[in-house]
């Protein structure tokens, strides 16, 4: 059973930034070779993909609204996925939620096309 915990999350003022962490159970994030993925949604929105990462080639995917601020990685050895995001500005207030998947076709940032989810972290930004 995979199971993921973030951590990380917290109230910042903007310009500032935060290092989000995602621990993964139940597999190792290297070996078994999976997309693995930040995600954010605010209430009554739709959830939104963040940054996805291969923990096997190590791609990354970022949506266009972070490039450039935010970056993914991961570290075998802890089994963590990571998010630091810097610059950081009142829209980027949601509840991060990191989630994993085995194999995914087409686009990496579709909430729905991953099966593992953790509970989530809030990050909120003040002005």
């Known amino acids: 059973q995979v199971h993921l915990v973030e951590s990380g999350g917290g109230s910042v003022q903007a310009g500032g930034s935060l290092r989000l962490s995602c621990a993964a159970s139940g597999y190792t994030v290297q070996n078994a070779y999976m997309f693995m993925g930040w995600f954010r949604q605010a209430p009554g929105k739709e959830r939104e993909g963040v940054a996805v990462?291969?923990?096997?080639?190590?791609?990354?995917y970022y949506a266009p609204s972070i490039q450039g601020r935010f970056a993914i990685s991961e570290d075998s050895a802890d089994n963590t996925v990571y998010l630091q995001m810097n610059s950081l500005n009142p829209d980027d207030t949601d509840m991060y939620y990191c989630a994993a998947a085995t194999s995914i076709s087409g686009s990496r940032l579709e909430a729905g096309k991953y099966k593992y989810w953790g509970k989530g972290t809030q990050v909120t930004v003040s002005s």
């Open positions: 990462i291969h923990t096997r080639s190590r791609r990354t």
